[in-house]
């Protein structure tokens, strides 16, 4: 699997966007980018994932550059409660049968 | 979305006992179930793949007999450490895949709420 590149931390003001960048450069063709983040000593919670399309749902909006090399996950009305860890992971299946291989992630502190 | 549930929560052990950690799908089946070991402030990283009526596959550089990984059901998973010693303290967090699912977005792993040990 491609390997990623998130900043290790960010902060962010509460009920602002917040716009996390991830660079895989790597990627081929069929692999996805995921998203999943880590709120202090709990599992990981998947957010979003994407081919080659900008994604959205009820948690997020996924923007993926033309060239698919980066990627940035973008929280439109940040809370406290989504400061947390945020991973960004490329991988071939969508499926869920293969293994998530977790990065550093970046660290996102959103500030009253 | 589906739920996956760890018991413990945590536990505090003596260096020298074995310690079983179970992962439970709540509501669906799940015939391939991965168990994670994160320390703290680093990442997450893959201890091994579990199969339902199989045994599990362990990443590179993860002892197979210390850590024993039972799967003997479509609903539970469990992790054993063996003759535990403080160096395996750490967070064990289990993730899980509906079987009967096809591979439609929503379709994801899920994970559980990790189990904290502590090992004296």
């Known amino acids: 699997d491609a390997k990623t590149t998130q900043p290790p931390s960010m902060d962010c003001a509460e009920g602002r966007a917040a716009n996390l960048p991830c660079n895989h450069s790597?990627?081929?063709?069929?692999?996805?980018v995921y998203w999943y983040r880590q709120i202090h000593s709990q599992g990981p919670q998947y957010i979003i994932h994407g081919l080659k399309n900008n994604e959205t749902n009820e948690m997020a909006s996924l923007i993926i550059t033309e060239d698919r090399k980066s990627s940035t996950l973008i929280l439109p009305h940040a809370t406290l409660r989504d400061t947390a860890v945020y991973y960004c992971?490329?991988?071939?299946?969508?499926?869920?049968?293969?293994?998530?291989?977790f990065g550093t992630g970046t660290k996102l502190q959103v500030i009253p | 979305g589906a739920v996956v549930s760890q018991h413990p929560s945590w536990v505090i052990c003596k260096s020298g006992t074995s310690v079983k950690i179970e992962c439970r799908s709540l509501?669906?089946?799940?015939?391939?179930m991965f168990w994670y070991r994160q320390f703290p402030k680093q990442s997450l990283m893959l201890m091994a793949t579990?199969?339902?009526?199989?045994?599990?596959?362990?990443e590179q550089g993860v002892e197979k007999d210390k850590f024993l990984i039972n799967h003997a059901s479509l609903t539970l998973s469990t992790l054993t450490v063996t003759s535990a010693h403080p160096e395996d303290s750490s967070f064990y967090i289990c993730?899980?895949?509906?079987?009967?699912?096809?591979?439609?977005?929503?379709?994801?792993?899920?994970f559980g709420p990790g189990t904290r040990l502590t090992v004296l």
């Open positions: 790597t990627i081929s063709g069929n692999e996805y």
């Open positions: 579990s199969n339902e009526g199989s045994k599990a596959t362990y």
């Open positions: 993730s899980a895949r509906d079987s009967l699912a096809g591979t439609q977005p929503y379709n994801e792993q899920f």
């Open positions: 509501d669906f089946q799940a015939t391939t």
């Open positions: 992971i490329v991988r071939r299946d969508s499926g869920g049968y293969q293994k998530v291989t």
